[in-house]
């Protein structure tokens, strides 16, 4: 019975591995729409920050964000993008998901920093380096 339940019940580790499979999938055209699944600015606020520029958004603000992250992270939308390293933290209610895509010719980091509010991790700041 054990054995059964615990393949019933999802860790927050394993809810995790399942944002990184979302944000660095096979179908690069799915990447963007994987880290938008687990944003809502009106449950918790989130800071975008890219190309030297640090935005906020909040309750009402859900696509000026949607926006703003797709161009952020519009180089991920290539077929030559893959995941070249990962890392994954978590500490209580606070995770940090740090993920490097690329090619032959590019590089992006990006340092996902989630909260975990109502049974699940959302984004409350992107940092694309």
């Known amino acids: 019975m054990a054995v059964a339940a615990d393949a019933l019940v999802t860790t927050e580790r394993e809810e995790l591995d399942g944002f990184l499979d979302d944000v660095t999938r096979d179908k690069p055209d799915a990447r963007i729409d994987g880290a938008l699944g687990y ?3 009106s449950v918790a606020p989130v800071k975008l920050s890219a190309e030297g520029a640090l935005r906020e958004f909040a309750a009402g603000d859900s696509r000026a964000l949607a926006d703003a992250v797709r161009g952020a992270l519009g180089v991920f939308d290539s077929n030559d993008q893959n995941l070249l390293q990962h890392a994954v933290r978590v500490d209580g209610n606070h995770a940090t998901v740090t993920t490097r895509m690329g090619d ?3 590089e992006q980091t ?3 920093d989630l909260v975990r509010k109502d049974e699940r991790w ?3 700041a992107m940092r694309v380096l």
Do not use: A, E, F, K
């Open 110 to 112: 990006v340092i996902y």
């Open 122 to 124: 959302l984004v409350r």
């Open 104 to 106: 032959s010719g590019y």
């Open 39 to 41: 944003v809502n600015p």
